[in-house]
């Protein structure tokens, strides 16, 4: 069973930095391809970033690319989400994901998709002010 807990969220201004958290208290944490989405307010859930099981190749979103950086630590059960640069467009709410599916960039089961995801954690407030 995965159960996904994110932390980091918080209040910080335009051009700062914050690092999310997800931490899995499952015992299979490294057989899933980990994601990061977010939610604005009146928006769809937006994909950011997504890394294999191994942590060796990761994905992102244009918006984000040269700004976030994900990564993970398998010994530990958690996938990190660095965030750089922050703009006040990256105000949401985000959250991790759990894949089965090995990491894909296109096509029906595209890790950039919501709906190749099978675990959600409950999300954490990101605010980036002007």
């Known amino acids: 069973q995965v159960q996904l807990v994110e932390s980091g969220g918080g209040l910080v201004q335009a051009g700062g930095s914050l690092r999310l958290s997800c931490a899995d208290s499952?015992?299979?944490?490294?057989?899933?391809?980990m994601g990061w989405f977010r939610q604005a307010p009146g928006k769809d859930r937006e994909f950011v970033a997504a890394i294999t099981r191994s942590g060796g190749s990761t994905y992102y979103a244009d918006s984000v690319k040269g700004r976030f950086t994900i990564s993970r630590d398998n010994a530990k059960n958690t996938v990190y989400l660095q965030m750089n640069s922050l703009k006040p467009e990256d105000t949401a709410v985000y959250y991790c994901?759990?894949?089965?599916?090995?990491?894909?960039?296109?096509?029906?089961?595209?890790?950039?998709?919501?709906?190749?995801?099978?675990?959600w954690g409950q999300g954490t407030q990101v605010t980036v002010s002007s």
């Open positions: 994901a759990a894949s089965p599916r090995p990491l894909t960039y296109n096509g029906r089961y595209s890790s950039a998709l919501p709906t190749s995801y099978d675990y």
């Open positions: 499952g015992r299979t944490f490294s057989s899933y391809t």
